[in-house]
């Protein structure tokens, strides 16, 4: 579905929609299970995650403190690039409970509508509304809080991975748009697909989608089935996110060059399959983070 989403352009709230509410259901109560993931499958309740930290650099999950006030929760801290916090009814905010230097993230289901949640506007790079979440503290019960340990990092495992599904599917169609309009487009009598150079070119952003193809679900699988592997599933997610986001970056630079004017033309689809990208790309981090993270990876878990 998600990479059905990209190939059409219809950015909807469904990856993040989807990864928490599975969240709930693997991770929290049976309460909370029975009270929201019946009306999150209707569409009568909308679930979005701050994901991206107080910079967009930063872990998100050190970005709110989390403290214990009777039995109910305090949230302080500011989430930024927030999709869809306008219109979720309850956003995923992870925080690191206080006196613990970051660890034992807690994942808290925080109401949009509630006393100290304060947003405000920002706008992607694809034009799409985004929301800093500033919480100035906001108190929630602790039926709102997934407690159980490792909760927030498989959360957002799936969030890294289902992000590179819009990123194949959105690739896969820019490369079908490359191969029509090279295939239609002549130059000195032959349509310019069959010079070399610019097969040569097509051909490499193919290996590049087929590349991202195999990443994705190998990292998918990891996560659903929980398989031992040589790497932490971890490695997995990261050679999945290195692959997307160069890869669709290539995809839609090669994109450009091959279409020549058409791809700065705002009347053609192709600029918002670009601006896309670029946000896809930078989703949850850059692929040199992940690099970094996969080399630590590779050092602490030797191959041989």
């Known amino acids: 579905m998600l990479r059905e989403a990209g190939r059409v352009l219809a950015r909807v709230p469904l990856l993040e929609h989807c990864a928490a509410a599975a969240a709930v259901q693997a991770y929290g109560s049976p309460e909370l299970a029975d009270r929201l993931l019946v009306r999150a499958g209707r569409g009568e309740l909308v679930l979005t995650v701050a994901a991206q930290g107080r910079t ?14 009777g039995r ?13 916090a306008f219109d979720a009814d309850l956003v995923v905010v992870p925080a690191h409970v206080e006196g613990t230097a970051g660890e034992g993230a807690v994942p808290a289901l925080v ?39 490792g909760a927030w990092e498989w959360l957002r495992g799936l969030l890294v991975t289902g992000t590179r599904a819009p990123a194949l599917g959105l690739g896969e169609r820019v490369l079908r748009m490359t191969g029509e309009y090279t295939g239609r487009r002549e130059q000195f009598g032959y349509p ?27 990292a998918a699988w990891r996560i659903a089935s929980g398989a031992p592997g040589t790497l932490p599933v971890a490695g997995d997610v990261a050679v999945a996110k290195i692959w997307a986001a160069e890869g669709v970056r290539r995809v839609v630079q090669t994109a450009q060059h091959l279409h020549g004017g058409f791809g700065a033309d705002t009347d053609y689809p192709l600029h918002r399959c670009h601006a896309w990208a670029k946000h896809l790309e930078l989703s949850l981090g850059p692929a040199a983070a992940y690099e970094e993270g996969l080399g630590d990876l590779l050092a602490t878990h030797p191959l041989g």
Do not use: C, K, N
């Open 56 to 69: 967009g650099h930063d872990p998100a999950e050190l970005a709110v403190t989390a403290r214990r006030e």
């Open 72 to 84: 109910a929760w305090l949230l302080e801290g500011v989430q930024t690039a927030v999709p869809w």
């Open 111 to 149: 109401p949009r509508e509630t006393d100290g949640l304060v947003l405000a506007e920002q706008v992607s790079t694809s034009g799409e509304r985004l929301a800093e979440l500033r919480l100035r503290p906001v108190r929630v019960g602790p039926g709102e809080v997934i407690e159980a340990g």
């Open 192 to 218: 310019i697909a069959t010079f070399q150079a610019v097969a040569v070119q097509a051909a490499d952003r193919y290996i590049d989608l087929r590349a991202m193809e195999a990443t994705l679900w190998q």
